[in-house]
């Protein structure tokens, strides 16, 4: 079984990669002969680039998300450096967990609310601060560089990065090697940045690298968010191929061969950059600066992470509000009245949506777990990593955007008569789901201490008896984390949900955002509180198991 | 092994040559068709932004349920475009039968570009019975989606005009004319947006201002001729380039859709809005969507109307079903529920004094809502440009207003 476990994973994940692939790159070639594209040429490129604002579009893209997931990184970094153990950390690494779980749509929804010049901030301080009788008409939200996408993105993703650097710190002995920065004079932070930081980044690595080709390619929050003349290239993309005229998916499907370029950039601009860090960190750490002056630094990371935790949270509230609330206009500071009617409209629809959704979810995750749990294990008794082909399959999914990537993996399983099935939305959310598992676990797996396991085998131990007793026990964390997150990625996906469940399989994101189309902030609210309530109860779970598995035995 | 799996799919690809064009013409009775229809389920396929709709469409399946036996499911859509194109990829996939949608909601653009490439059934629509209630000739847009012809492809469900709607508490006198509009923003900076193109709102106050713009209105029938449309858009240009840097955030960013446009009026940003719908104001006030000192209007000399439609794939497994679920929705128990604006507010496409008294009794009775216009108050209906008209403007607006900023 564990041999077979690469081989199986990547049965799972070529078909669809490859069909999404063939139907995203073919098209972009201006093949598609259901639409009459019967030849293969460059022209559909040359029709992209004369798109309006083409590179401003591109250059959004790469700066927001090489901006958002770098401010994320800082804060992150800054925050745990800053606060390691003190019980403000503590209180925020059990906050965060639900973060985790909000769906794109609802922080950036919320947030919109919050900054905007109508938004809660303004209502709460007018008019007897501001003078405004009227919202004023200011650029804030949407505004031309990207900047409030960004910081909406910045504010999904450090959630992420911090479970992230959590489980990473999880299996190091941080507490030790501090104790010896200290005892040589270092101050905590520096200490922590000088000796501990060198150790964990290697497993922050590949998630930082989902980070971005997440942030880089971002539609929903983009669509609220980010400018609009022009848009980010992500969205212009989903645009084109929903264009009504269906020769503009030629251009889409160009434009989605652009667009994974740009991530990909993204990654290799990151990678450089690392190297550049390396470069000016090694003098810094040698010459020995025991950190006299980090006070400031202490206090500003301290501050920043609890300004964006508050903007977060205030965000959400804003919406709890929303969802209960009847006319609420500017600028009362809350609504005049309470209506439930919100949270009336489900109905029935919303337990089977729930049902659907929670089922979906387990199956992705638990498949997607066993398979990446056996990968992990094989290459830690061979002692050999899977070849950059297999790097390429995990990748590509998160890499070519979900509008283009999916038609071919739709053509796939029509091919197949799997499509409109239970199955087929499991295995199109195992595509998504697997690699976000993989790329949460394997940082920590990989630099897991084999001597743990060499101690067990010569007690006489069976690799499998090692693999159950000891690996997993001590890795209980990254494992529940990436269990987590790989549910909160399955309960978030809408396209593959419909295309592969021909819009038979009703989960409460497709519920949600078809629903949410209406505009109506009360509808986007109570849908929104729904979907963070499940991968909640997800989070909660994995967080009770990993305490329980984790005991010593 | 990944070269070899891609040359695979590649080769499927190539495989799926369209096998011709898809439609072919209803020919057997009804009554077969009735009769075939019973212990189907319909998938249906529509937008499912609004609640009431929704609702409304669980009423219906349960009186078809009822009547022909048929199970009715909505599959609810955030854009029709998704079915779209879900009925190419099974077409790409060679799947001609059994496929996965069964009716769809439909018009303008997305019915031109199903029809061009061949991916409805029917001709049908004249089969059925309840279509000869319809207003053919005083609503000659349940015939001609957006200038095209529907050739018996999709069945007229429900009428929509262009109706704007302003807040009465910012503005006493709405401006009633093109100009007028322009004098107010002047005179209002940051109080007046619209939808970015293409989206379909967007696009469709273009067209408005162009009909209001143009000299001879008769020309916008026409396929575009692209060297004729720049002379006879100028106006509209010299319009916009006039209007834009005193629209809302000084035109730098605009509102996604008409739902982004409605929260902007209740959120107090701007004084007006408008929609396809012209029963929308009075539903959305009364969710508390929209404060009440809302009202709707319409533009002098008409605004742009069309219909909005049911159109069965190709492909669809239950093609007897839906044929059935459409001609029902076409009935007139049907259409009176659907116009009452406590339920939907949705115009009726039938010739009402055509009807039995019955039936015209009920419509007559039915309530308008508090910020609704009579059908005679909404005015003359302008035709929609031929779609051609429709890419070639969203391009033109993109060029000069997306890029280069």
Request: with cysteine; net charge neutral; aromatic share 8%.
């Amino acid at each position: 079984m564990i041999r077979l476990a690469p081989v199986l994973a990547v049965l799972v994940m070529i078909g669809p990669v490859a069909a999404g692939l063939v139907g995203t790159v073919l098209p972009a070639l201006g093949w598609l002969p259901v639409l009459g594209g019967d030849t293969v040429s460059l022209d559909t490129f040359r029709a992209l680039r004369a798109e309006p604002g083409l590179w401003t579009s591109a250059w959004l893209s790469l700066s927001v998300g090489l901006g958002s997931t770098a401010a994320a990184f800082c804060l992150t970094v800054g925050f745990t450096a800053a606060a390691q153990d003190t019980r403000m950390f503590r209180a925020a690494s059990r906050l965060i967990s639900p973060l985790l779980s909000v769906p794109h749509v609802t922080l950036a929804i919320g947030l919109a609310f919050l900054m905007a010049p109508s938004g809660w901030a303004a209502r709460l301080l007018s008019p007897w601060a501001t003078g405004w009788e009227r919202p004023p008409d200011l650029l804030i939200v949407q505004d031309p560089h990207g900047l409030s996408l960004a910081l909406g993105l910045m504010l999904k993703e450090t959630p992420f990065l911090f479970v992230m650097l959590l489980a990473g710190l999880d299996s190091l002995p941080a507490r030790r090697i501090l104790a010896t920065t200290r005892s040589l004079g270092y101050r905590p932070m520096t200490g922590w940045l000088k000796a501990v930081l060198p150790q964990v980044y290697p497993r922050l690595r590949l998630p930082i690298f989902a980070v971005l080709a997440f942030a880089t390619s971002t539609v929903d929050m983009a669509i609220l968010l980010g400018p609009t003349t022009p848009a980010p290239l992500a969205v212009r993309v989903v645009q084109w191929m929903g264009d009504p005229d269906l020769t503009r998916r030629f251009v889409g499907s160009a434009g989605a061969v652009l667009q994974a370029g740009i991530a990909l950039a993204a990654i290799a601009l990151w990678v450089a950059a690392e190297r550049l860090v390396i470069v000016l960190g090694r003098p810094w750490i040698r010459a020995g600066g025991r950190g006299r002056g980090e006070g400031v630094w202490r206090a500003l990371t301290v501050t920043a992470m609890g300004a964006a935790g508050a903007m977060a949270a205030l965000s959400l509230l804003s919406l709890a509000v929303w969802s209960v609330a009847g006319p609420w206009r500017f600028p009362d500071a809350l609504p005049a009245a309470v209506s439930v009617q919100g949270w009336m409209r489900g109905g029935a629809d919303l337990v089977s949506a729930a049902g659907a959704t929670v089922t979906v979810a387990l199956a992705a995750t638990a498949l997607a777990l066993a398979l990446v749990v056996a990968c992990l294990e094989r290459e830690t008794r061979l002692g050999a990593r899977p070849g950059r082909a297999v790097d390429w399959l995990l990748y590509t999914p998160l890499i070519v955007p979900q509008v283009a990537f999916l038609f071919g993996v739709q053509v796939l399983l029509i091919l197949g008569h799997l499509d409109g099935g239970w199955l087929a939305v499991v295995w199109s959310h195992l595509v998504f789901v697997l690699p976000y598992v993989f790329l949460s676990l394997a940082g920590a797996w990989r630099r897991f201490d084999a001597r743990y396991i060499a101690v067990a085998r010569s007690l006489g131990r069976s690799p499998t008896a090692v693999l159950f007793s000891v690996t997993l026990p001590m890795l209980a964390r990254p494992v529940a984390t990436a269990a987590a997150i790989g549910a909160a990625v399955s309960v978030a996906l809408y396209l593959p949900t419909l295309f592969a469940g021909a819009g038979r399989i009703e989960t409460l994101t497709t519920e949600a955002v078809a629903r949410a189309s209406s505009g109506d902030r009360r509808v986007i609210a109570t849908y929104g509180l729904l979907q963070i309530a499940l991968p909640l109860a997800g989070f909660s779970l994995a967080g009770l198991a990993a305490r329980r598995f984790s005991r010593p035995r | 092994m990944i070269l070899w799996r891609t040359a695979f799919v590649l080769l499927l690809f190539a495989l799926a040559l369209p096998a011709g064009r898809g439609q072919s013409a209803e020919t057997r009775p009804w009554d077969e068709i009735v009769a075939a229809a019973e212990g189907q389920t319909v998938h249906f396929n529509a937008w499912g932004g609004d609640a009431r709709i929704n609702a409304y469409i669980v009423w219906a399946g349960e009186r078809l349920k009822a009547l022909y036996g048929i199970d009715l499911v909505q599959v609810k859509l955030s854009d029709t475009g998704d079915a779209v194109s879900r009925v190419l990829a099974e077409k790409t996939a060679g799947r001609d039968s059994g496929g996965s949608i069964d009716l769809i909601w439909i018009n303008g653009e997305n019915f031109a570009a199903m029809k061009a490439n061949g991916l409805l059934h029917g001709p049908w629509v004249a089969t059925a019975p309840n279509f000869a209630l319809v207003d053919v000739a005083g609503k000659p847009t349940t015939v001609t989606d957006f200038s095209v012809p529907t050739d018996g492809l999709e069945a007229p469900w429900g009428m929509a005009q262009f109706t704007m709607m302003v807040d009465t508490a910012y503005v006493d006198a709405p401006p009633r004319t093109a100009a007028a509009l322009l004098d107010w923003v002047q005179a209002n900076p940051g109080r007046f947006t619209y939808p970015q193109p293409p989206d379909f709102l967007g696009t469709t106050f273009l067209k408005q201002l162009l009909a209001m713009r143009v000299a001879t209105p008769a020309v916008l029938a026409d396929p575009l001729d692209e060297a004729a449309a720049r002379s006879v858009t100028a106006p509209l240009w010299a319009y916009l380039d006039t209007l834009h840097p005193h629209l809302w955030r000084d035109g730098r960013s605009f509102p996604k859709d008409a739902g982004a446009l409605r929260r902007l009026l209740g959120d107090g940003e701007i004084s007006f809005a408008f929609d396809f719908n012209p029963a929308r104001a009075s539903a959305a006030i009364e969710a508390g969507e929209l404060p009440d000192t809302v009202r709707t209007y319409v533009f002098d000399g008409g605004t742009i109307g069309n219909t909005h439609f049911l159109a069965v794939p190709f492909n669809a497994a239950a093609k007897e079903g839906a044929m059935v679920v459409a001609d029902f929705l076409m009935s007139a128990e049907a259409q009176i529920r659907k116009q009452d604006p406590r339920v939907w507010g949705d115009f009726t496409v039938l010739d009402v004094a055509g009807l039995p008294a019955a039936d015209r009794k009920a419509f007559a009775a039915l309530p308008l809502g508090v910020a609704t216009l009579s059908p005679e108050e909404l005015g003359p209906v302008l035709p929609e440009p031929h779609p051609s008209w429709v890419a070639w403007l969203e391009a033109e607006w993109e060029r000069r207003y997306v890029a280069g900023r």
